[in-house]
């Protein structure tokens, strides 16, 4: 199966990704914690015919009382809300692999894609953050290592169950609603859990949900080779989605998967205004500064997703050196290695300056500032070149931004021929041009864009 068009989501997370967006003029501050402010957004991503909304997921509450919170609503309830109200859409909904068990899940998830008509892309997370551990035992965070072993176990499982009962079309000649013997115990007995089954809830309207995974570590990459079949990733340039992308071919075909069944999905950062210098003032008013110097200087002290350790003596117009960016990798940091992956791995491909460097990444996604039309020939460039199958849109102060998106950006990219006009297919897999799981066979194809 091929991919017709650019798959496009908008996270949908609390007020925005700007620390500020919760008390933005003309905004109401406490909208984070109003159900209805997530319908409206869906509403609004389903006007511009985008295919999925996302929400990813911390099980804690944030510290920080000045800046709204991202995580409030469980996204399994939020999305329960969104699908009875918003026909259509996708929704990509994040739950941990960490603080879950597989049946539960399992049985909540194929639930959610049987009301929907298909239309869940389940993002299967490890949970890194030590106060999440809190919220559920006494027991630390796990290290890295054993929370990967625990989500590959989780996903073998859980893949196994949604396959263990499917409905014949018709019935049996004896008037029996299904073949007793196709309701299959899984009979699962491994490292970390043991599950009988069969699952009692039938194999759903696109097989099962699609599989997305955000990691970008060496261990997040095995996982993604393993399960993924939607890749959320930190990408902030060509030259790291090319190696991310051979990367993944590379380990899939080795552990026998078409690595025709993933696309890639990079998170992208998005500042729009009128004009590119409403823009960057946008940018600098957004991270709570006057103008790039301060936003340079920001981005030393506090970081957008990583803090360098440059050396004196080097200015904002100085190319920057790899070295100088530290990846994470101690155990209960929170923070991920991948994040700071990205990052390094960008100076290393294209040699920035800071000056360049705090307008092309926040949060270690890819970071258009510029025109609507700046933000159209951002993304119609990658996707032009093949380089992703689409991406997840993170605008710094909802809905107002993605309002501007829906009416500004997304008639640019109808104009070209890459999103479409009007909602096609059934459901989120047909649309991402992924094969039905009871039909995939391995093979040797290249990463799909």
Do not use: C
């Amino acid at each position: 199966m091929s991919q017709e068009h650019l798959f496009l989501a908008a996270s949908i997370n609390g007020t925005g990704w700007s620390g500020r967006s919760a008390r933005w003029p003309g905004t109401s501050p406490r909208r984070f914690a109003d159900p209805a402010h997530y319908v409206e957004a869906a509403r609004i991503a389903h006007r511009g015919v985008l295919d999925a909304v996302f929400v990813s997921d911390h099980p804690a509450l944030s510290p920080n009382a000045h800046s709204g919170p991202h995580h409030v609503f469980d996204p399994i309830v939020l999305f329960s809300a969104i699908t009875g109200a918003v026909p259509d859409i996708g929704f990509v909904l994040t739950a941990s692999t960490t603080y879950n068990s597989p049946f539960n899940l399992a049985r909540r998830l194929a639930s959610l894609d049987a009301f929907s008509g298909g239309r869940l892309i389940w993002n299967a997370v490890s949970s890194f953050n030590p106060a999440v551990a809190a919220n559920y035992g006494s027991e630390p965070l796990p290290p890295r290592e054993e929370r990967y072993r625990r989500a590959g176990e989780f996903l073998d499982v859980v893949k196994q169950l949604w396959a263990s009962w499917d409905l014949p079309d018709e019935l049996a000649p004896d008037g029996a609603l299904w073949d007793e013997a196709e309701a299959r115990p899984i009979d699962h007995h491994g490292e970390f859990y043991d599950v009988r089954g069969p699952l009692n809830v039938p194999v759903g309207p696109q097989g099962h949900p699609v599989i997305a995974q955000a990691g970008a570590s060496q261990h997040g990459l095995d996982f993604a080779a393993r399960h993924a079949e939607l890749v959320y990733a930190p990408l902030p340039g060509k030259e790291v989605a090319r190696d991310r992308a051979r990367l993944l071919t590379e380990r899939a075909t080795a552990y026998g998967r078409d690595p025709d069944g993933i696309r890639l999905f990079p998170g992208l950062n998005l500042v729009i205004a009128d004009t590119r210098e409403e823009a960057y003032r946008r940018h600098e008013a957004l991270q709570g500064v006057a103008d790039e110097e301060g936003l340079i200087q920001a981005f030393l002290t506090r970081g957008f997703g990583v803090t360098p350790e440059l050396p004196p003596g080097v200015g904002p117009d100085d190319p920057l050196d790899p070295a100088w960016f530290p990846v994470l990798t101690a155990e209960g940091v929170f923070g991920t290695v991948g994040h700071s992956l990205a990052v390094t791995e960008l100076v290393a491909s294209e040699r920035l300056t800071l000056r360049q460097l705090v307008r092309r990444v926040d949060g270690s996604h890819r970071l258009i500032v510029g025109t609507p039309r700046d933000v159209a020939e951002g993304i119609l460039d990658w996707w032009d070149d093949g380089l992703v199958a689409g991406f997840n849109l993170q605008l710094p102060v909802l809905p107002d931004d993605l309002v501007r998106f829906v009416d500004e950006v997304v008639p640019i990219l109808q104009a070209a021929g890459a999103t479409p006009k009007s909602y096609d297919g059934s459901t989120v897999r047909e649309r991402l041009g992924l094969p039905d799981p009871r039909l995939t066979t391995p093979g040797t194809a290249a990463v799909a864009r």
